[in-house]
């Protein structure tokens, strides 16, 4: 399996027979370098949506048109780009799963907020997610954006996930030490991911107060387009 960050909140996860995209920012991400484009979208099998926010589906209609991939996410938001945008979706909700291929995924719970921009107005997307990816026995428990909250451990009860991707940055969302303190309260993690950090100077620039917390062992800082294998 390869976990590969494209940046803030984005990943390209490669597990078992599929090839999934989770909340592509590509054009206009700054730690995103724009001529490693195709080499992010090649292969592609799934696109999984976490919430409407720009800077989680600003690509996604296009990269779902330019390579024929579903996108998984909200219903509410699914009907909409279905019905408005012409493209393949499936919409599902809180604590239902969907089996793409040998994968997996469960949709969970997560606190924050979900718009876009729609003809210069706040169009409100459904609700904010995250999501529970299971394949190769391993869990993957992706917080999208969120604080901490106690659901978190009913999340850990029921999957059991010994790998996080846990949105850490601050001001938006969970900080490094509120993530550290969700890490050791609430789950088990073999290995951590920290992302939607070092994008802008509002957001933590590192992980050093997570590492701290939780050891050099456990804390896998990832380096954009740098595929962690587990």
Known sequence: ?????????????????????????????????????????????????????????????????????????????????????????????????????????????????????KNGQIMYTGAEAGFVIEGENNTIYFSGDTDVMADMEIINDLHKPNIGILSCGGHFTMDMKRAAYAAKKYFNFEKLIPCHYKTFPLLEQNADVLTEELGSNIVVEPEVMSPIEI
């Not at 592509?24 to 490693?36: D, I, M, Q, R, T």
């Not at 926010?53 to 279905?82: C, Q, R, V």
């Not at 997996?104 to 924050?112: D, E, L, R």
């Open 1 to 117: 399996m390869k976990i590969i960050w494209l940046g803030h909140g984005s990943f390209r996860i490669e597990i078992e027979d599929r090839v999934m995209l989770i909340d592509p920012w590509l054009n206009g991400n700054p730690l995103f370098p724009a001529e490693k484009r195709q080499e992010a979208l090649q292969g592609i099998t799934d696109i999984l949506i976490s919430h409407g926010h720009f800077d989680h589906t600003n690509d996604t209609i296009e990269i779902a048109k330019e390579t024929n991939a579903p996108i998984y996410g909200i219903a509410d938001l699914m009907s909409y780009w279905e019905e408005s945008e012409g493209v393949t979706t499936t919409g599902f909700n809180k604590g239902g799963t969907v089996n793409l291929g040998n994968v997996k995924v469960t949709m969970v719970n997560a606190v924050h907020s979900s718009s876009m921009m």
